[in-house]
């Protein structure tokens, strides 16, 4: 009976360790999926609709809070916060790509991942991407379903990379932009 308790124990601790370094072999893969440009790759270890459903989410409720109040009582105003939140929901579906993923990860322009860099190689201005670019994230388990990975963009602001467990795989499934600083920036 001892030995069935013991194996019990050993196949829970090595459960419990595989759900414990699961988004960190989660955060390993997409990194090395960007560095190789791999969206196939990258696609198994992103939620995509998840992902462009919380952009959607930040990105209509920085516009709305930015035209404030006073646009949204008035039809003309209203009519113009319509257009934006379609405009920048076509945006937001460019970004929740495995393209735009990779871009974001990188640093780089959308536009130049997908056209393959829009500079030439020998230009000194050229873009190099960052060697890895999850290298100083901080990580952090918030619950045992939910882990995040936060890194700061160019301007210092944090960008949350948000990977929840289903079952026992860990996926990419949401990204809080620091919108309120850019959108504080342009004031």
């Known amino acids: 009976m001892k030995k069935w308790i013991a194996l019990l124990v050993v196949v829970l601790l ?17 990194r090395e999926a960007v560095a190789e440009e791999d969206t196939v790759e990258l696609a198994r270890h992103v939620d995509f ?3 462009r459903r919380g952009l959607r989410a930040q990105v209509e409720d920085a516009i709305a809070r930015k035209a404030g109040v006073d646009a949204q009582d008035n039809p003309l105003g209203a009519f113009a916060l319509g257009l934006a939140n379609r405009a920048a929901g076509g945006i937001v579906d460019a970004l929740a790509t495995p393209a735009g ?22 230009d000194s201005f050229a873009h190099a991407p960052p060697p890895d670019p999850l ?18 963009n160019a301007d210092g602001d944090p960008v949350v990379f948000v990977l929840r467990r289903d079952g026992l795989r860990w996926k990419l499934t949401d990204i809080h932009l620091p919108l309120d600083a850019l959108l504080a920036g342009n004031e």
């Open 49 to 51: 609709v998840s992902v």
């Open 101 to 122: 993923i990779g871009a974001v990860l990188q640093g780089r322009g959308l536009l130049h991942r997908l056209i393959g860099g829009g500079v030439d190689p020998d």
């Open 135 to 152: 290298r100083d994230a901080t990580y952090r388990f918030e619950s045992p379903s939910r882990f995040t990975a936060t890194v700061l």
């Open 14 to 30: 090595a459960l419990a360790g595989w759900i414990a370094a699961g988004p960190f072999l989660t955060v390993n893969a997409i």
